[in-house]
């Protein structure tokens, strides 16, 4: 089994950064894609970030240039760096990861996510 925690998220200011860890354990050797969703309230879970085994990274176009994806594999871990952020991603942010080497919603493993509130 892989387990994922994330790091407490938090309030920060339009315009702010913040960055959030997601750590891994368990089988980890396994896992090939790893990244982030994000669920704003009243709204579907969304795709924000992926970085695939060979360390290429995915982003929604709207989000280049603001978010990036790193991992460690040594420690087992992925960050999400966010800048210039925005009231409407306020959101609760949730790591994810899987075996094949491309994440969606179906990614079989998920942390329990963590709220990051963006205040105006």
């Known amino acids: 089994q892989v387990q994922l925690v994330e790091s407490v998220g938090g309030v920060v200011q339009t315009g702010g950064s913040l960055r959030v860890i997601c750590e891994a354990s368990?089988?980890?050797?396994?896992?090939?894609?790893m990244g982030w969703f994000r669920q704003p309230p009243g709204k579907e879970r969304e795709f924000v970030a992926a970085?695939?085994?060979?360390?290429?990274?995915v982003y929604p176009e709207s989000l280049k240039g603001r978010f990036t994806i790193s991992r460690d594999n040594a420690k087992n871990m992925w960050y999400l760096q966010m800048n210039s952020l925005k009231p409407e991603e306020t959101a609760v942010y949730y790591c994810?990861?899987?075996?094949?080497?491309?994440?969606?919603?179906?990614?079989?493993?998920w942390g329990q996510g963590t709220q990051v509130t963006v205040s105006s």
């Open positions: 970085i695939q085994s060979r360390g290429v990274r």
């Open positions: 994810a990861a899987d075996r094949r080497d491309r994440l969606t919603l179906s990614a079989p493993y």
């Open positions: 368990g089988r980890i050797f396994t896992l090939y894609a």
